[in-house]
């Protein structure tokens, strides 16, 4: 994207060159993927803007943190804070806003009233169209993600909770795009998760109509008690999220997390019923 925008980044930059970092869409370490044992060790000030529900490992001090659980982005915040001082939002920036509500609301899948105004404000200046906008972050998948989703696919488990069809695959690679894909395939709500040098990551999503009409939350049903269990920690959104843990097993991973969904419709609908196995 931003090439494509001709904008200046670095990638993997080093920290100590800096006096203050601004952390954007995440809140905690493990959020911060490869970059986190760089800013563990970072003793100037750090901001936070974001929209995930609160860390239990934050990066931040809350006096320096601006988090919005109930913003569809934070791209949307960004466009607030802009507002509210009074900068003016020039093409350029334009584009970026409706780039990142794009993304971040998946196509709008996830959107609400509030989204669409600011699109509408923002989409107007950039004097683009929408497939311009998209053709800026729109990557082919590469083969090796191909072969992950359809061996993802293979090695599925499908279970179903009253009306709802869970399922999980031990993927090894591409977790969050293989969970996605099992929505699509008919999965309520899925989980993708593999294993790498002790690490284990699983990713889980959950079909909008689910969240909606339930109640139900990945982050707070399912990785903040697995956290509990397991030596490792969650967070994202209700129907987005992801949890990481020190571990090999990634299987009894993912069978707690069906079990803990399957235990939230148990509770949600007040009553005892069979979690089926379809092999």
């Known amino acids: 994207f931003a090439q494509s925008m001709g904008l200046d980044y670095v990638l993997n930059p080093d920290f100590s060159k800096f006096e203050t970092i601004i952390a954007f869409d995440f809140s905690d370490f493990e959020m911060a993927g490869s970059q986190k044992e760089k800013l563990r060790p970072f003793n100037e000030k750090i901001f936070v803007l974001d929209h995930h529900e609160k860390s239990q490992n934050p990066i931040g001090l809350p006096k320096n943190c601006l988090i919005d659980k109930d913003a569809v982005s934070t791209t949307e915040m960004v466009y607030n804070w802009l507002k509210k001082s009074g900068t003016k939002i020039n093409s350029s920036a334009a584009e970026c806003i409706a780039a990142g509500i794009i993304v971040d609301s998946a196509g709008f899948h996830i959107a609400d009233a509030s989204t669409f105004q600011i699109m509408a404000d923002v989409f107007g200046k950039t004097k683009k169209t929408f497939s311009q906008i998209v053709g800026h972050f729109g990557v082919k998948r590469d083969m090796s993600e191909n072969i992950a989703r359809l061996k993802a696919a293979r090695r599925v488990h499908i279970f179903k909770s009253f009306d709802h069809l869970l399922v999980f695959s031990d993927v090894g690679s591409f977790e969050s795009s293989s969970a996605m894909s099992f929505l699509f395939l008919g999965a309520s709500i899925a989980f993708a998760g593999g294993e790498n040098n002790g690490k284990i990551l699983v990713s889980g999503r959950a079909k909008s109509h689910v969240v909606e009409s339930t109640g139900f939350d ?14 490792g920690v969650g967070g994202g959104h209700a129907g987005a999220a992801a949890f990481n843990a020190n571990g090999t097993d990634v299987s009894v991973v993912l069978n707690e997390c069906v079990l803990l969904a399957h235990a939230f419709f148990e509770k949600k609908f007040g ?8 092999k």
């Open 218 to 231: 990945l982050v707070k049903d399912i990785f903040v008690p697995l956290s509990k269990k397991f030596d």
């Open 271 to 278: 009553q005892k019923s069979e979690l089926k196995e379809y």
